[in-house]
T-cell receptor, first 113, second 113 residues
Framework: GESVGLHLPTLSVQEGDNSIINCAYS??????FIWYKQESGKGPQFIID?????DKRQGQRVTVLLNKTVKHLSLQIAATQPGDSAVYFC????????????FGKGTRLHILP | DGGITQSPKYLFRKEGQNVTLSCEQN?????MYWYRQDPGQGLRLIYY???????QKGDIAEGYSVSREKKESFPLTVTSAQKNPTAFYLC????????????FGPGTRLTVL
């Protein structure tokens, strides 16, 4: 999951298995959450988002779950592929309407052949 | 094609020199952002602008300056006052008002020699 340490946490998953990446957010006022994927040397790409009035949202091969009680967000990737290898960031908007999005530290997803 | 571009991709600077990083978008977004990313780290907000001719400091604005004379452009100047400027710089844009994901450029890697 997300870490405040200096080193990115790494999740290693066998190709074809499902991946679950976790994120804890700190501000209960946050009402919008986004997952981004960042490949090496590139800018982050939007994967999926969810508002606080939902607890689950599905996209193509991805599902985001939101648990507001424990302030936890997760990204599930089904049937993980080599192209899913990247760093994944969760981000939160703190609902103060100044449009700043706060990013987590990221989790590196490593796909095992 | 609509998108957000950054140039150059790689930039080298001698200590004591100012350098300007370019960011252009044709997405008709009002809000634009600059982030700094260090190896194995998340994104830290340098400056952001919600509208032309207006911008606000982010979390690490010291040693940086920006301008927003046109909606499409948000250049970042890394000044000699920035003590540790070597990093990956990312520009992003979005529609204002919250609940909108940020679109990122490909990034500029700045190295101080």
């Amino acid at each position: 999951g997300e870490s405040v340490g200096l080193h990115l946490p790494t999740l290693s998953v066998q190709e074809g298995d499902n991946s679950i990446i976790n994120c804890a957010y700190s501000n209960s006022a946050s009402d919008y959450f986004i997952w981004y994927k960042q490949e090496s040397g590139k800018g982050p790409q939007f994967i999926i988002d969810i508002r606080s009035n939902m607890d689950k949202r599905q996209g193509q091969r991805v599902t985001v779950l939101l648990n507001k009680t424990v302030k936890h967000l997760s990204l599930q990737i089904a049937a993980t592929q080599p192209g899913d290898s990247a760093v994944y960031f969760c981000a939160e908007n703190r609902g103060n309407r100044d449009d700043k999005i706060i990013f987590g530290k990221g989790t590196r997803l490593h796909i095992l052949p | 094609d609509g998108g957000i571009t950054q140039s150059p991709k790689y930039l080298f600077r001698k200590e004591g020199q100012n350098v300007t990083l370019s960011c252009e978008q044709n997405l008709n977004h009002d809000a634009m952002y600059w982030y700094r990313q260090d190896p194995g780290q998340g994104l830290r907000l340098i400056y952001y602008s919600q509208i032309v001719n207006d911008f606000q400091k982010g979390d690490i604005a010291e040693g940086y300056s920006v301008s927003r004379e046109k909606k499409e452009s948000f250049p970042l100047t890394v000044t000699s006052a920035q003590k540790n400027p070597t990093a990956f710089y990312l520009c992003a844009s979005t529609y204002p008002g919250g609940y909108n994901e940020q679109f990122f450029g490909p990034g500029t890697r700045l190295t101080v020699l």
